[in-house]
């Protein structure tokens, strides 16, 4: 999990982090009331999704299955294939979104039969998900509004930057300064880099293979419009003008990230400022929050709001 202080809350059928700062209430931890209310919350999230956790134990024993009749066969690629669906299961409950290697098709159609099943047990239970969400925040605020007339002011403050992470992550597109969504392939540990229009790689502090690196040369897409393929010097990409539009002046912006798909995590380690000639920079790890290293690499899709 996050360090600092880490507030884990499920908004949709896939968990989804939430991760509150210190730096933002130095000192200053969660009130009773609230953490009760997240208590409640989480417990109700996983009574409604426990649909969804049996599905995906289901599929998990296939591919258990599936894994052994490779394994039997000799057949190395299709255990490695069948192990990483496994892993990318368990860690954000849902499959790989990308599939560049060819599958066994095996594989390919108890996906297809899991996916299936998924898409109509998410559309069946969305507008409960939505209801207690809703619900969460009415009492949220309603936590902030006592807290503001008792005078416990730090704290109200704690609770209203959940209520606007949380808002933060339901903006729409028209609704956000700016944003950018990228997919690349990422093996460990690595560095991406923005700077007004600009974007790279850095790969000198990086573990494992170089973002797209890893048993071939992919590339990354931005905005599901773009294809760049990075052209590596040493352990740094050329700097590519992917048109951002991130502010290079004072007022620097303050982005965010969050993982749309893929097994691993991604963090904002550096916001843009005159110090660094407002440069972000964002830590992108196909690893656990506690530091495990998956198998091979896997493709993460982020988007970075600003």
Not at 73 to 79: A, K, Q, S
Not at 278 to 296: I, P, Q, Y
Request: proline share 6%.
């Amino acid at each position: 999990m996050k360090h600092l202080l880490v507030i884990f809350i499920f908004f949709a059928t896939s968990p989804v982090p939430f991760c509150l700062s210190q730096d933002e209430v130095p000192g200053v931890a969660l009130p009773k009331e609230a953490a009760d209310l997240l208590f409640e919350y989480e417990v109700l999230e996983a009574e409604i999704e426990k649909p969804i956790e049996e599905l995906n134990l289901h599929y998990l024993n296939r591919l258990s299955d599936l894994k052994l009749e490779f394994q039997k066969e000799g057949d190395l690629d299709g255990v490695l294939v069948v192990s990483k669906e496994s892993d990318t299961i368990q860690v954000t409950g849902k499959p790989p979104f990308m599939h560049i290697a060819e599958e066994p098709p095996q594989l390919v159609e108890s996906r297809r039969i899991y996916e299936k099943a998924r898409e109509r047990l998410e559309a069946r239970l969305a507008p409960e998900i939505r209801a207690n969400k809703e619900l969460f925040l009415r009492k949220l605020s309603n936590v902030k509004l006592t807290l503001t007339q008792e005078g416990r002011l730090d704290e109200a403050l704690v609770v209203k930057n959940v209520i606007d992470e949380i808002e933060e992550q339901q903006l729409s597109p028209d609704e956000k300064n700016g944003s950018v969504t990228m997919k690349m392939q990422v093996d460990s540990m690595s560095h991406l880099f923005l700077q007004g229009n600009l974007l790279w790689y850095d790969h000198a502090e990086g573990k494992g293979a170089p973002v797209g690196q890893h048993q071939g040369d992919f590339a990354t897409f931005i905005n599901d419009e773009i294809e760049w393929m990075p052209v590596w010097k040493g352990d740094v990409t050329s700097p590519f003008n992917a048109g951002l539009g991130i502010p290079a002046e004072e007022p620097a912006a303050k982005l965010k990230v969050s993982v749309a798909n893929g097994r691993g995590w991604a963090e904002i380690i550096e916001q843009p400022s005159a110090e660094n000639d407002f440069t972000a920079k964002v830590e992108l790890r196909d690893e656990s929050k506690l530091g495990k290293t998956f198998l091979g690499s896997d493709w993460m899709e982020i988007e970075i709001f600003w």
